[in-house]
């Protein structure tokens, strides 16, 4: 499968920004999915995943409340609404798919596909 995120771009703090993810290939829906992020001199970070059914969802604590993420099965898309942004959340922003058959990973080294990344830049 391959990836393409996209959705990125500068902000202001508070803002709501909304990446998108799609895949082509083999369809999503037969992933675990997941986003992370990683910052400059900063290690790549989980930040939220669903199961490949859609019925379950979890995100890291730091974007608890804040983010959603959410997935398309029509349009083989995968979405994270960034709402509350922070100038903490600036960073490249990466999806990635699991070919795991059950549950979700926050663990970048599980994931099987990933896509180029989109920068989000959020200023104070």
């Known amino acids: 499968v391959q990836l393409q995120a996209s959705g990125g771009g500068v902000v202001q703090a508070g803002d709501t920004l909304t990446l998108s993810c799609a895949a082509s290939g083999r369809t999503f829906s037969t992933y675990a999915m997941g986003w992370f992020r990683q910052a400059p001199a900063k290690e790549r970070e989980f930040v939220a995943g669903?199961?490949?059914?859609?019925?379950?969802?979890t995100y890291a604590d730091s974007v608890k409340g804040r983010f959603t993420i959410s997935g398309d099965n029509a349009k083989n898309t995968v979405y994270l609404q960034m709402n509350s942004l922070k100038p903490e959340d600036t960073a490249v922003y990466y999806c990635a798919a699991d070919e795991l058959p059950w549950g979700i990973s926050r663990l970048a080294r599980n994931y099987d596909y990933w896509g180029q990344g989109t920068q989000v830049t959020v200023s104070s």
């Open positions: 669903i199961s490949r059914n859609g019925d379950s969802t």
